[in-house]
């Protein structure tokens, strides 16, 4: 199927709702406040290890016909040191880090969690690298990025993605093979509550996001019908990690424009207003290195030409040990353009601390 307006939006479209330049911006200025805050209690537990200067004793006379008694030599006494905080500890459990979610966040493969990124416990910074490739049907997608995790409270990521439209996109007049490519900056900071250690509430850890994503080919997101190569995700997400049971449950609220994830830009002629889109994750561990799981994310449908469904995921992640971590999946992503049922392998690893 040939989309006959294609020849007509050849130019960008000015304006964007927001530039590459204040996106990264408001990321760098969020990490700069999370260290230049570090968390108080540290700090208090910190100044109550330091001795306290002692007073000075009183001096004595001696009388002028006695001499005074020579003191007796004794080692100086070592002072004491404070204990050091490693800044790169490790500390928390094996897979309460979880995996890089496709777009960069830590969390499962299609949704993000609640949970910050690497092991640093709240003294310390964890972060990871990830490679994604996902074949499917009729196109390929690849993602690789990274993230970096501040003291157990703040998240930030940065990703590639790579959208390989193959002989779709010679149908769609783009050309065989034809890449679309998107970059993702992303800040995640836990609210409230926490995952491991809150095992007698039922009050959940959650954490608000934000996304902001860049389509450089933005002759051809509009068009396909979109309004915008650029726009930001906004979302809220709730994890309980029950570990007497051994599962984990997720639910993640977004507000998004994006179409196939920002993948064919946003907005459309259909829809060019926010929408509120659930995404889901439930994982059972296996052992402490095995969880296996599932995964949902509903998606706006913002095109005539292109309509979405819910995507879905059944998964399975082996941790080898805190520093790497494979995952796989069975991955439909539903109709994409003018192919319907796409679906394939979802191929992850992952390297941190």
């Not at 709702?17 to 260290?35: D, H, P, T």
């Not at 439930?282 to 296996?292: N, P, W």
Request: charged residues 20%; hydrophobic residues 40%; without cysteine.
């Amino acid at each position: 199927m040939r989309l006959g307006f294609l020849t007509n939006h050849q130019k960008p479209i000015p304006g964007r709702e927001m530039s590459n330049y204040g996106a990264r911006l408001l990321i760098v200025l969020a990490a700069v406040a999370a260290l230049a805050a570090p968390d108080a209690r540290a700090a208090d537990a910190r100044q109550a290890a330091s001795p306290s200067p002692a007073a000075s004793p009183p001096a004595t006379s001696v009388p002028p016909d006695e001499p005074a008694d020579e003191p007796a030599d004794e080692p100086a006494a070592t002072p004491e040191r404070e204990p050091k905080t490693d800044l790169f500890d490790s500390g928390r459990l094996l897979a309460t880090g979880g995996v890089s979610q496709l777009e960069g966040a830590g969390g499962g493969g299609l949704t993000p969690w609640a949970l910050i990124t690497g092991y640093g416990t709240r003294d310390a910074i964890g972060a990871n690298a990830h490679y994604t490739y996902i074949p499917l049907s009729d196109f390929r997608i690849q993602s690789e990025g990274v993230a970096v995790g501040f003291f157990d409270r703040l998240e930030v990521s940065a990703d590639r993605q790579e959208f390989d439209s193959r002989a779709t996109g010679a149908k769609l007049g783009f050309g065989y093979g034809f890449t679309f490519n998107q970059d993702i900056f992303g800040a995640k900071v836990r609210l409230l509550g926490d995952a491991v250690y809150d095992q007698d509430s039922l009050v959940p850890q959650v954490a608000a996001g934000v996304q902001y994503k860049h389509n450089e080919e933005a002759a051809q997101v509009r068009a396909v019908g979109a309004k915008h190569d650029d726009g930001v995700d906004y979302y809220l997400s709730a994890t309980k990690l029950f570990l007497g049971e051994s599962i984990l449950a997720n639910l993640t609220l977004r507000e998004t424009k994006a179409n196939q994830f920002g993948i064919l830009g946003f907005g459309g002629d259909r829809h060019d207003d926010y929408s509120l889109q659930y995404e889901g994750s439930l994982a059972y561990l296996l052992s402490r290195k095995l969880a296996v799981g599932a995964e949902f994310r509903t998606k706006p449908n913002n095109l005539s030409a292109a309509r979405e469904q819910t995507a879905y995921d059944v998964f399975g992640a082996y941790f080898v040990n805190k520093n790497l971590s494979f995952t796989l999946a069975y991955l439909d992503m539903g109709d994409i353009a003018t192919q319907r049922n796409e679906r394939g392998a979802y191929l992850s690893a992952q390297v941190g601390f």
